[in-house]
């Protein structure tokens, strides 16, 4: 089955820094790749995604990029800010009927002021 | 417009007994899925159901858990007997089911923390 690693597992930045997390993906036939971040005490909220037949998407400082030869994809948030400050989690599936999410470990973002 | 609802927030067993928890779906979403988060790991997948109907139980253990997703009511996720290893949080996705790119997207609740003495 999938397989999904992810790091690093603890980022801290400076605030205004750019901050990226790595996940690489073990089964090709994965088609979709959510980011979701989680705040203590909350579910994980989706921040972004991006399909297979997509290589890159931006959400204002929020952009996803997917190489598929090399499994792997990336999560890049620009100019860091303290409430960016949270555990960010990158997941595949392939979407077919339903939509079984595979998680990574996690990776904390903190983000110093 | 709700979101995913989860209740309890926080449940306390004492080994042995029974943890019922409930998860309301989004309004419009007839797909939902339970995941386990232990301490300071990744979701693991449980189980996905529709109404009426588990489609994929692959990552629920064998004994004491069980799930289901009433015509009416929320998904209820039961754990008889339970043990300390069971403490972890448990969060509830819903989607619409639909197979449209955008339909797919998963929701969380805010999930519930069981602790088992």
């Known amino acids: 089955g999938e397989n999904v690693e992810q790091h690093p597992s603890t980022l801290s930045v400076q605030e205004g820094d750019s901050a990226v997390i790595k996940c690489t993906y073990s089964?090709?036939?994965?088609?979709?790749f959510p980011w979701y971040k989680q705040e203590l005490g909350k579910g994980p909220q989706l921040i972004i995604d991006?399909?297979?037949?997509?290589g890159e998407k931006k959400d204002q400082r929020i952009a996803v990029t997917l190489n598929k030869t090399a499994k792997h994809f990336s999560l890049h948030i620009t100019e860091t800010q303290p409430e960016d400050s949270a555990v960010y989690f990158c997941?595949?599936?392939?979407?077919?009927?339903?939509?079984?999410?595979?998680f990574g470990a996690g990776t904390i973002l903190r983000v110093k002021s | 417009n709700a979101g995913v609802m989860q209740n309890p927030r926080h449940l306390v067993r004492r080994r042995g007994q029974e943890a019922r928890l409930r998860c309301s779906p989004m309004?419009?979403?007839?797909?939902v899925y339970w995941y386990r988060q232990l301490p300071e790991e990744g979701l693991k997948f449980m189980v996905y159901?529709?109404?009426?109907?588990?489609?994929?139980e692959s990552g629920m253990p064998k004994e004491r858990f069980s799930a289901e997703f009433p015509k009416e009511g929320p998904s209820i996720l039961r754990i008889q007997q339970v043990v300390r290893g069971d403490s972890a949080a448990y969060f509830c996705?819903?989607?619409?089911?639909?197979?449209?790119?955008?339909?797919?997207?998963?929701?969380f609740g805010s999930g519930t923390q069981l602790s088992v003495l």
């Open positions: 309004k419009g979403h007839s797909h």
């Open positions: 159901l529709q109404k009426e109907n588990i489609i994929d």
């Open positions: 996705a819903s989607s619409t089911g639909s197979r449209s790119a955008t339909n797919e997207k998963l929701f």
């Open positions: 089964d090709s036939a994965s088609n979709y």
């Open positions: 997941a595949a599936s392939i979407m077919e009927y339903g939509n079984k999410l595979v």
């Open positions: 991006i399909r297979s037949n997509v």
